[in-house]
């Protein structure tokens, strides 16, 4: 299960950063607004299910590539 490799890597990391983008609700905001979903997550994160949400990718790359301390917190998980 991917959460549970989440919190391998990351020991102690809060489920709260674990977005599962089949919730239709969570999908529906990240579509149409991606950087006020992802202004609410604390990095590393992991995000399941991302396919649904393809609107998350740009917004998830222009973050990494333009905020050192972003890159330097560790990877996330983006998962499918």
Known sequence: NLHEIFQWIFPGQDRRMNYRITDLALRERAQK??????????????????????????????????????????????GG
């Open 33 to 78: 607004d991606p950087s006020l979903v992802l202004d609410g997550a604390n990095m590393p994160c992991l995000i399941d299910e991302a396919q649904y949400a393809p609107n998350l990718f740009p917004e998830l790359k222009l973050r990494v590539s333009t905020t050192p301390d972003l890159a330097a917190s560790g990877p996330s998980i983006i």
